[in-house]
């Protein structure tokens, strides 16, 4: 097995400066919070946190602006009076930055606050601050031993929908970090569902700038929303955690549901570790790690950027690859996931580092089957109707690592580094038959492929950042290598019939390897041209080294090995490319604009060798990539912005040349040498506003995708229900998609809201030499509501929602329309004794159509009860039932050009569980807790 060298690369670029100390400084303006006006003349002190001797004191300017200099590092109060408007208190930590920035400081009204008395308790726990919305977590009462998810479901503008989707003043946010930094990784889930609310002390909101700007100082509009946790000082000395344990019987199987987990705080050093073992698809802190666990199918592609890529994957693996938490896809699956997380910082944050280790095996099984309709010119059809079994394990053991040196305030590097091992057996069987209108029979094919593979990655980087003398002139380099190795080992069986009484037989023994080593370097250089405008410029080189392997053999007869290579179906590729790129962009920003402009060239050459044939093939693309974006901020919270890009995305491999493949002999794919590259146009434009006090939001996007010779394909269909593609360039295609929505707080403890989106698909491609055009498009309204009693013994929650699906086509005159209708129900009520009930169901009610006319309406309801013991409720014991009427069926229905697909597939049914559950915490300001908790679920 062949690991290449990990980058090594002596650091002789980093420019040597001298760091000269500035003063230490804290800013920040006053508002008004209700007629929107700066407070001038407001009194500002700094006192010492430790003694509460006075540091310093100023007052705000005319603009509402002041500056404190505080003659060391440390904690102070900050405080600020104006007459008739209510004292704001404030903890101040400086620490090695020289500037601490306040942003914005809501000042309320005494007048305002008795006739918002209903909002007494949430203004005091909700601060804006510059960018950042910061709750007070104490502020927002939650039940004994709650998880950080449940705490967020508190939070005025904050929704989590029941698979554990975070929605933040209506944009879906992407990571939650835990003290700034990453906890296992920044996948959501796995810091709402691991943590408990009550070591939360303040919650932060805010968009997350890239790197690059937040080091550079200017805003290259790339924005993450972001969750940031700030635990409370005493969780971080000391350890807290839980164990669960859960067992239980169903209609076709035992479940079971496990779970361990241990967080220890001391000051900045974090020591973490989770175990989950689980049948009932339940529970998991989220596996987003895109890597896969191998498999059987080498694939090629090229990226927009003009790389090469050839990847090893297994039919249908985007199960493990989409482990988020709670299993939802296909089968009945088993988990076993676990992990540990270190990381510390020291020397005043000059050194920082983190380690995280990953270990995730699954087992899925699934049956299933699924029916297609075909549209064919002359208002004629085809149906195929395919049933499958599938068996698919796999495991993956990864760790990674970061260290950061920041040596001074005007440099820093970064080397991250990461290593993972995957290995996946997987073993299908299908069952196929295709038929015409009239119900004659095509042809029927029975099929078995089975696949053991292993694959290894290696990647690491080096960035280093450099600030210059003049303010927001900056140089950063990175350094980029990645490895990647699969090998796969299978075998293929199969017989095809059609109805000219011909039979086809197949009988193979398959090996796919694949190899490939990337190496990548960027420069990036700013300069200000004035305060408010700058230019950056970029050059970057990477070089890609791949080789794909496909053998196949057959039996020849004399013994029982595969011992004949089949020449048509074997291949063996090398593929070298290298790629210039440079760019340079254009920004401007000032007060509540931010605008920019420009785009990137890329130059990639291509060598292609054929190692079986020894020919080469060496050709070459040039790709442009404009862009544009402008933002105009209304308010603090309230934001509108419109931006463009431009991309050419050449053909691939697959599309001009591609490798044969006769795992499927009726669907057959032919290379077309004469495709031009595409260029694509994509516009988007959102808006979207929150009032703090009231809890009101407002969010909507829009946008559309066009495409200048747009690749798409023309598709023969023979009488023997076989299917032949060939790509093709055409004019035409677009896809348009939009969201509104609208939440406010109905009553003090009544929340609603509404939405609306819709997605259109307009496709242009041909059948059997005919042009036919599609247009699958889709409509929906939902609304939310929900209601928490003021002693939080009471909550239920209603979310309906419609959805109309229209898809037509012009190869015939036949329509297939239909409605979608879902309605989502939850409640839990404490009774007395410390006993509480809960029920959910979703229900969903599908129109029946000409073709697919089975009954798959769906009312799916689940119930718990549970008593909690001990002093803090940290011993439960909770009996739950899910799927009480046995209806949980899998079902998916989409359209796509010409066609109309349904697919049917087992899901877990219904079962009832009793477990135990220990939530434990000690501090360094008290003694241990804990107990012995049960739960029934």
């Known amino acids: 097995m062949k690991f290449p060298y990990l980058l090594s690369i002596a650091i002789a670029l980093l420019l040597s400066s001298v760091s000269v100390a500035q003063p230490l400084t804290i800013r920040g303006s006053i508002l008004d919070t209700v007629n929107n006006f700066q407070l001038p003349y407001a009194s500002v002190t700094l006192m010492h946190k430790s003694d509460s001797v006075l540091e310093t004191f100023t007052r705000t300017a005319e603009d509402g602006s002041f500056i404190l200099t505080p003659s060391a590092k440390g904690s102070y109060i900050l405080t600020i009076t104006y007459p008739s408007f209510v004292d704001y208190v404030d903890i101040v930590d400086v620490k090695s930055s020289d500037l601490v920035d306040l942003g914005q400081i809501p000042l309320l009204s005494r007048n305002n606050l008795l006739k918002e008395v209903v909002y007494t308790q949430q203004i005091a726990a909700i601060k804006v601050k510059g960018d950042t919305l910061e709750y007070v977590a104490d502020s927002f009462k939650v039940r004994d031993n709650a998880t950080v998810e449940s705490l967020l479901k508190k939070?005025?503008?904050?929704?989590?929908?029941?698979?554990?989707?975070?929605?933040?003043?209506?944009?879906?946010?992407?990571?939650?970090?835990?003290?700034?930094?990453?906890?296992?990784?920044?996948?959501?889930?796995?810091?709402?569902?691991?943590?408990?609310?009550?070591?939360?002390?303040?919650?932060?909101?805010?968009?997350?700038?890239?790197?690059?700007?937040e080091f550079t100082g200017i805003d290259d509009g790339e924005k993450t929303r972001t969750i940031n946790l700030q635990l409370k000082e005493d969780k971080k000395k000391g350890y807290f955690g839980k164990l669960a344990a859960a067992g239980g019987t169903g209609d076709e199987q035992g479940y079971f549901e496990n779970q361990a987990m241990f967080n220890a705080f001391k000051?900045?050093?974090?020591?973490?570790?989770?175990?989950?073992?689980?049948?009932?698809?339940?529970?998991?802190?989220?596996?987003?790690?895109?890597?896969?666990?191998?498999?059987?199918?080498?694939?090629?592609?090229?990226?927009?950027?003009?790389?090469?890529?050839?990847?090893?994957?297994?039919?249908?693996?985007?199960?493990?690859?989409?482990?988020?938490?709670?299993?939802?896809?296909?089968?009945?699956?088993?988990?076993?996931?676990?992990?540990?997380?270190?990381?510390?910082?020291?020397?005043?944050?000059?050194?920082?580092?983190?380690?995280?280790?990953?270990?995730?095996?699954?087992?899925?099984?699934?049956?299933?089957?699924?029916?297609?309709?075909?549209?064919l010119p002359n208002n004629t059809k085809n149906f195929t109707e395919e049933n499958r079994q599938l068996f698919k394990e796999g495991q993956r053991n990864k760790?990674?690592?970061?260290?950061?040196?920041?040596?001074?305030?005007?440099?820093?590097?970064?080397?991250?580094?990461?290593?993972?091992?995957?290995?996946s057996r997987n073993v299908s069987d299908y069952r196929s038959k295709t038929i015409d209108q009239n119900g004659n029979i095509l042809n029927t094919s029975d099929r078995t492929t089975t696949s053991d593979a292993i694959g290894q990655n290696i990647s690491s980087s080096l960035d280093w950042r450099k600030k210059l003398k003049k303010k927001g002139r900056t140089v950063s380099i990175n350094f980029t290598e990645k490895y990647r190795e699969n090998e796969s080992d299978g075998y293929l069986d199969a017989i095809n019939k059609f109805n000219d009484a011909t039979t086809s037989i197949i009988d193979q023994h398959k090996e796919n390897d694949s190899r490939s080593l990337s190496l990548s370097s960027r420069v990036s250089y700013t300069e200000p041209l004035s305060k408010r405008t700058s230019i950056e410029a970029n050059y970057s080189l990477k070089l890609d080294n791949s080789e794909a392997r496909r053998l196949t053999t057959r039996k020849s007869g004399v013994s029982d090995a595969y011992d004949v290579t089949d020449s048509l179906l074997s291949s063996n590729y090398a593929f070298n490319v290298m790629t210039n790129a440079g760019g340079a962009n254009f920004r401007y920003n000032h007060k509540n604009i931010n605008f920019s402009v420009g785009g990137s060239v890329s130059h990639a050459g291509f060598d292609q060798k054929d190692l079986f044939?020894?020919?080469?093939?060496?050709?070459?693309?040039?790709?442009?990539?404009?862009?544009?974006?402008?933002?105009?901020?209304?308010?603090?919270?309230?934001?509108?912005?419109?931006?463009?890009?431009?991309?050419?995305?050449?053909?691939?491999?697959?599309?001009?040349?591609?490798?044969?493949?006769?795992?499927?002999?009726?669907?057959?794919?032919?290379?077309?040498?004469?495709?031009?590259?595409?260029?694509?146009?994509?516009?988007?434009?959102?808006?979207?506003?929150?009032?703090?006090?009231?809890?009101?939001?407002?969010?909507?996007?829009?946008?559309?995708?066009?495409?200048?010779?747009?690749?798409?394909?023309?598709?023969?269909?023979?009488?023997?229900?076989?299917?032949?593609?060939?790509?093709?360039?055409?004019?035409?295609?677009?896809?348009?998609?939009?969201?509104?929505?609208?939440?406010?707080?109905?009553?003090?403890?009544?929340?609603?809201?509404?939405?609306?989106?819709?997605?259109?698909?307009?496709?242009?491609?041909?059948?059997?030499?005919?042009?036919?055009?599609?247009?699958?498009?889709?409509?929906?309204?939902?609304?939310?509501?929900?209601?928490?009693?003021?002693?939080?013994?009471?909550?239920?929650?209603?979310?309906?929602?419609?959805?109309?699906?229209?898809?037509?086509?012009?190869?015939?005159?036949?329509?297939?329309?239909?409605?979608?209708?879902?309605?989502?129900?939850?409640?839990?009520?404490?009774?007395?004794?410390?006993?509480e009930i809960g029920t959910d169901f979703s229900w969903n009610v599908r129109q029946q159509t000409s073709v697919f006319d089975q009954n798959n309406n769906v009312f799916i309801w689940n119930g718990y009860v549970s008593k909690k013991f001990l002093k803090n409720d940290q011993l439960e014991l909770r009996a739950s039932v899910s799927d009480i009427l046995n209806q949980n069926i899998g079902f998916n229905r989409y359209a796509q050009n010409n066609y109309i697909y349904q697919d049917n597939f087992n899901r877990i049914r219904r079962y009832v569980l009793i477990g135990l559950t220990w939530n434990f915490t000690k501090s360094a300001l008290g003694a241990p807790q804990g107990g012995n908790t049960i739960t029934v679920q």
Do not use: C
């Not at 974090?270 to 689980?278: E, T």
């Not at 790690?289 to 090893?312: L, P, V, W």
């Not at 988007?684 to 946008?703: C, E």
């Open 155 to 213: 939070l005025p503008g904050i929704q989590v929908d029941k698979n554990g989707k975070i929605i933040a003043q209506g944009q879906t946010v992407e990571k939650v970090l835990v003290d700034g930094e990453e906890f296992f990784s920044d996948d959501p889930a796995v810091v709402t569902k691991s943590l408990q609310a009550n070591a939360v002390d303040k919650v932060q909101v805010f968009d997350k700038k890239s790197e690059q700007a």
């Open 267 to 375: 000051g900045k050093r974090k020591l973490s570790a989770f175990g989950i073992m689980s049948n009932t698809g339940k529970i998991g802190l989220g596996w987003e790690d895109r890597d896969k666990f191998g498999g059987s199918n080498n694939n090629a592609t090229m990226t927009d950027e003009g790389y090469y890529m050839i990847t090893s994957s297994s039919d249908d693996d985007g199960d493990f690859d989409s482990w988020s938490g709670k299993y939802d896809g296909q089968g009945l699956p088993r988990a076993w996931t676990g992990g540990a997380h270190y990381s510390n910082k020291w020397n005043e944050d000059q050194h920082h580092t983190g380690v995280n280790y990953r270990y995730g095996k699954q087992i899925i099984e699934t049956t299933g089957n699924t029916l297609t309709e075909y549209n």
């Open 399 to 423: 760790v990674d690592g970061m260290y950061e040196w920041k040596p001074d305030t005007t440099s820093s590097m970064k080397v991250i580094a990461s290593a993972s091992n995957t290995n």
């Open 613 to 835: 044939a020894d020919t080469s093939y060496k050709y070459d693309f040039v790709n442009f990539f404009p862009a544009a974006n402008f933002t105009y901020k209304l308010s603090k919270q309230s934001k509108f912005n419109i931006s463009y890009r431009g991309s050419t995305n050449q053909p691939t491999i697959n599309q001009i040349q591609p490798l044969r493949d006769n795992t499927d002999p009726l669907n057959i794919t032919i290379g077309n040498a004469n495709l031009k590259q595409e260029f694509s146009h994509s516009f988007n434009g959102s808006f979207n506003d929150y009032k703090v006090l009231t809890g009101r939001w407002i969010w909507s996007n829009a946008g559309i995708n066009f495409v200048n010779n747009d690749i798409s394909r023309t598709q023969t269909i023979d009488s023997q229900g076989r299917k032949t593609n060939q790509f093709i360039n055409v004019d035409g295609n677009y896809n348009s998609w939009g969201y509104f929505g609208y939440g406010f707080k109905l009553k003090k403890m009544v929340n609603m809201g509404f939405n609306v989106n819709y997605n259109l698909n307009h496709v242009n491609n041909f059948i059997n030499g005919q042009k036919n055009i599609s247009d699958n498009n889709s409509y929906t309204g939902g609304l939310d509501l929900g209601y928490d009693s003021e002693d939080e013994k009471f909550e239920i929650s209603l979310n309906p929602s419609v959805t109309y699906n229209d898809n037509r086509s012009t190869v015939n005159t036949l329509t297939t329309s239909f409605w979608n209708t879902s309605i989502d129900f939850s409640t839990s009520y404490e009774l007395p004794l410390k006993f």
